[in-house]
């Protein structure tokens, strides 16, 4: 009599036990929840690439920047200037139209009409 009820119970448990596993896999293999499964990895995916490339972009940054003090050096930019030569002049990035070197440009002839319009 006890071994009947052993077994029965026993037999019990393990269907409770199997269900309870299946009916959880069941929810897994639901369309939104492989949905939302599939959108963490591809969130985890992404923060981890997010982070490799900052790293490599301050890698990048960092390498650029001995470079650039290694060829100011080689070519003699980071020596102190000489205070009896004048300074540096760079050319305007954009004409200013009020500067006097530009008044001969001013009096140029403007066309009326777009010349590249079919007449």
């Not at 009896?84 to 403007?110: F, K, Q, V």
């Amino acid at each position: 009599m006890f071994r009947r009820t052993f077994w029965f119970g026993t037999g019990m448990a393990a269907g409770v036990w199997a269900t309870t596993k299946v009916n959880r896999k069941l929810k897994q293999l639901t369309p939104e929840s492989l949905a939302a499964t599939a959108a963490n990895k591809a969130l985890d995916v992404g923060n981890r690439l997010k982070d490799r490339a900052v790293g490599f972009a301050v890698d990048v940054r960092e390498n650029m920047a001995q470079r650039e003090a290694e060829l100011d050096d080689a070519l003699g930019l980071s020596a102190p200037v000489d205070p009896e030569l004048n300074p540096p002049r760079r050319p305007a990035a954009i004409e200013n139209r009020n500067d006097p070197r530009y008044a001969g440009r001013r009096n140029r002839p403007t066309y009326p009409h777009n010349r590249n319009e079919d007449h």
